[in-house]
């Protein structure tokens, strides 16, 4: 098949090439066809001679093992990554929404963690809500994969963490992450739990400003237990609840969630 040469010193290959490239969307090979005849005097050529070019310049990239090829999509032609390249790309999409974890999500992750493989009723159990939407984004962010299935009732999907979830927290394996029990030692640590109550006390005068659906009057204190039962709270309700935040010192034992909500 002769490669038809331009007066520029272009050949009919790279033009089609350069069209489809250049194309926002699949383009056709009558468009192709229609683009150049249309433009160029000395040459006239079908649309059969168009697939026979794409079919050339695919061989030219798997001969050099370029990781793309020139694929039909909707009746035209487009450039698209080879399969075995999606991996890299997930990475690449992702990169930014792994720094974007939400606290439910940054959760059930560490569930994950330390429990794998654990199946999704286990998850569940541990949480108190159905954790089902976390998982499918922790699975979109590669950051947890199936493992198989359970012996349980109905088999339940098996999850752990990825070889993405080592990268991205720096780990060598998952015998890296820290035990329960530096875990422990640092959330005792004074400076931490001060840190943590002024970071819980932020964003619940955030989510009250943003929502207007709290009351919030004078400073505000929680145990971890009150903190943990209104986590869950939120977590169910996927929204802050109605409450009103008493001060310390007008009450000094932690108040009944559904009590605050009834006043």
């Given at each position: 098949m002769q490669?038809?040469?331009?007066?520029?010193?272009?050949?009919?290959?790279?033009?089609?090439?350069?069209?489809?490239?250049?194309?926002?969307?699949?383009?056709?090979?009558a468009k192709i066809r229609e683009i150049i005849v249309d433009n160029e005097q000395n040459i006239e050529f079908d649309?059969?001679?168009?697939?026979?070019?794409?079919?050339?310049?695919?061989?030219?990239?798997?001969?050099?093992?370029?990781?793309?090829?020139?694929?039909?999509?909707g009746g035209g032609y487009t450039f698209l990554t080879q399969k075995k390249y999606h991996y890299w790309l997930s990475i690449f999409q992702h990169e930014n929404a792994y720094r974007k974890l939400s606290q439910s999500a940054?959760?059930?992750l560490a569930i994950v963690a330390y429990r794998q493989p654990i199946t999704k009723p286990e998850v569940?159990?541990?949480?108190?809500?159905?954790?089902?939407?976390?998982?499918?984004?922790?699975?979109?962010?590669?950051?947890?994969?199936?493992?198989?299935r359970g012996d349980g009732p109905g088999k339940p999907l098996l999850y752990k963490t990825s070889r993405h979830f080592l990268r991205h927290f720096g780990l060598n394996s998952v015998q890296d992450l820290p035990?329960?029990?530096?875990?422990?030692?640092?959330l005792k640590d004074d400076d931490m739990a001060e840190h943590r109550q002024l970071l819980m006390s932020r964003q619940l005068m955030l989510e009250a400003e943003e929502?207007?659906?709290?009351?919030?009057?004078?400073?505000?204190?929680?145990?971890?237990?009150?903190?943990?039962?209104?986590?869950?709270?939120?977590?169910?309700?996927?929204?802050?609840?109605?409450?009103?935040?008493?001060?310390?010192s007008e009450s000094t034992e932690a108040e009944d969630p559904s009590a605050r909500e009834e006043e």
């Open positions: 490669d038809y040469e331009f007066i520029d010193g272009s050949r009919l290959s790279s033009v089609i090439e350069a069209l489809i490239f250049a194309s926002d969307e699949p383009i056709s090979a649309e059969a001679t168009v697939d026979d070019f794409v079919q050339l310049l695919n061989e030219r990239y798997e001969s050099k093992g370029i990781s793309f090829r020139i694929e039909r999509v940054v959760e059930t569940d159990q541990i949480r108190g809500v159905d954790s089902g939407y976390i998982l499918r984004q922790l699975m979109e962010k590669a950051l947890i994969e199936v493992a198989g035990k329960p029990r530096e875990i422990e030692e640092i929502e207007d659906r709290v009351e919030l009057k004078g400073d505000i204190y929680q145990d971890s237990e009150e903190t943990n039962d209104q986590t869950e709270l939120m977590d169910e309700a996927e929204k802050p609840q109605d409450s009103e935040i008493l001060d310390d």
